[in-house]
């Protein structure tokens, strides 16, 4: 699975983005490591602060389907920048991941960037 596949995925499920609130829909793609990817989109909320972001949503699926190790999860937003997770997002990341777990953003002409979770989220908090 190439980055460039797995955000291709991502924008496969983008449309799923329910985001009436913010107008900004996001798509993530996660690789597990038994090489499962699950998909995640925003579900937004008019509660606002019960909304979930796409990366936490992959996330959730992957856990709850028994997933506890992970290679590297690409995002992609509506947006016109590339857009990277948001710190709440960087520590749920920080719980099942190492610091070489890769997160990459893409956009629809082809830019791809990629950090490890150690270069978006050094330090991150552990008990
Ligand atoms: N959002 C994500 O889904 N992932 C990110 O990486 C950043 C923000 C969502 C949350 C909200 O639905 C909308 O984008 C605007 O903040």
């Known amino acids: 699975m ?3 596949e797995l ?25 597990a490591e038994s090489g499962k990817i ?13 909304t979930i972001c796409a990366e936490r949503t992959a996330f959730v699926k992957a856990i709850s389907e028994g997933e506890r190790s992970f290679k590297k999860l690409a995002v992609v937003s509506s947006g ?5 997770p948001c710190g709440i997002c960087r520590q749920f ?12 953003s893409g956009d629809k002409e082809g830019n791809i960037k990629v ?6 989220f050094p330090e991150g908090f552990k008990l």
Do not use: H, K, Q
Not at 7 to 31: D, H, K, M, Q
Not at 115 to 120: A, D, I, M, N, P
């Open 2 to 4: 190439t980055n460039y």
């Open 7 to 31: 955000i291709l995925t991502a924008y496969e499920v983008i449309e799923n983005s329910y985001a009436p609130y913010s107008g900004f829909n996001v798509g993530a793609a996660l690789l």
């Open 38 to 50: 699950y998909t995640g989109v925003n579900v937004e909320n008019s509660s606002y602060g019960a």
């Open 80 to 84: 016109r920048d590339l857009t990277w």
């Open 93 to 104: 990341f920080s719980e099942f991941c190492n610091d070489n777990f890769e997160i990459i």
């Open 115 to 120: 950090y490890t979770l150690s270069e978006l």
